[in-house]
């Protein structure tokens, strides 16, 4: 016979990985955070367990406090990270835009705009208790008396915690097209990346394109991000030549259409896009290998 009560707290695996996952940017933290919240749920006595009134709440409670935690003592660790922080993009296995990928259910990130990579920059962006107030409040909609007690001030200061990330997406959103023609332009932009075409790049890309790697000192990447068109054009031109005997596979990124390089069945990098109008205005390649294993798996 299965235990009720077990079920009932397992049950809550799926929602705690989808909230830790949207505040730490990686998948890897979110399940070791949430690991640590069932091993604090079972550390208590049965008398203890007991004694609480809703253990849903209480494991939610619990795993944004670590996740806080984490957050304040991540700043420390950005400063000594060598070049740019990216967040863990989600594995998709499946090619865009339809596929929904064959792990359990119940192991995957619910995809909606919360984990697309320009909403998770802009997460990044902010303070620790800035991103656990609008992600608790504006995404999971715990009230503001609920997040206050996880966040250690008062409703009224959560309120304005969530409402100060609310004004940085806001001013970070712009119009996009729709996910077909997102499709379009990231199959554009592969087909004129490996024929080292840099007037059609030039054509799709947005005057003000930013691209970012993360390579995490680990493998090579650019250390600094490029700026405009001719710049990332031909910054993707040169790489052209590393493309030898590698796979581009075209995959969803985080909900969105990207692309995934692989050599000999290793994915080396994961592409992410953002949009803007009808032309790409994003693109954040994900090298760190350490943040791409369960890509290759």
């Excluded at 077990?6 to 730490?24: G, V």
């Excluded at 504006?138 to 409703?155: H, K, N, S």
């Excluded at 304005?160 to 004004?167: D, I, T």
Aim: hydrophobic share 40%; aromatic share 8%.
């Amino acid at each position: 016979m299965t235990d009720p009560g077990l079920s009932a707290i397992m049950s809550e695996r799926r929602q705690l990985i989808n909230l830790a996952y949207r505040l730490l940017g990686s998948l890897a933290d979110a399940e070791d955070v949430v690991q640590e919240t069932y091993a604090r749920w079972y550390a208590m006595t049965p008398a203890d367990q007991q004694a609480i009134d809703n253990p849903a709440a209480w494991l939610t409670r619990v795993a944004s406090r670590i996740c806080l935690d984490q957050l304040r003592s991540a700043r420390a660790r950005r400063e000594r990270y060598v070049g740019e922080w990216i967040p863990e993009p989600l594995p998709e296995s499946t090619e865009w835009p339809t596929g929904q990928g064959g792990a359990d259910p119940a192991d995957r990130v619910t995809l909606d705009e919360s984990v697309n990579m320009a909403f998770l920059v802009v997460l990044d962006s902010m303070t620790p208790a800035e991103r656990v107030a609008f992600i608790l409040h504006d995404v999971f909609r715990y009230p503001f008396a609920e997040v206050a007690e996880i966040v250690g001030r008062t409703p009224a200061a959560c309120r304005q915690l969530a409402s100060s990330a609310r004004r940085r997406i806001d001013a970070s959103q712009s119009p996009t097209p729709p996910s077909a023609r997102r499709a379009e332009l990231v199959r554009e932009f592969k087909a004129a990346w490996k024929a080292t075409d840099i007037q059609a790049l030039v054509s799709i890309l947005d005057p003000d394109i930013t691209a970012v790697a993360d390579g995490g000192g680990i493998v090579q990447a650019l250390l600094e991000p490029a700026h405009g068109t001719d710049q990332v054009a031909r910054y993707f031109s040169k790489l052209t030549l590393v493309l030898h005997g590698r796979t581009i596979l075209e995959r969803t990124v985080n909900g969105q259409p990207g692309l995934v390089v692989q050599y000999e069945g290793v994915t080396e990098t994961v592409f992410a896009f953002g949009f803007t109008g009808e032309r790409i205005s994003n693109i954040w390649a994900v090298r760190n290998p350490e943040k791409l294993h369960p890509w290759t798996s």
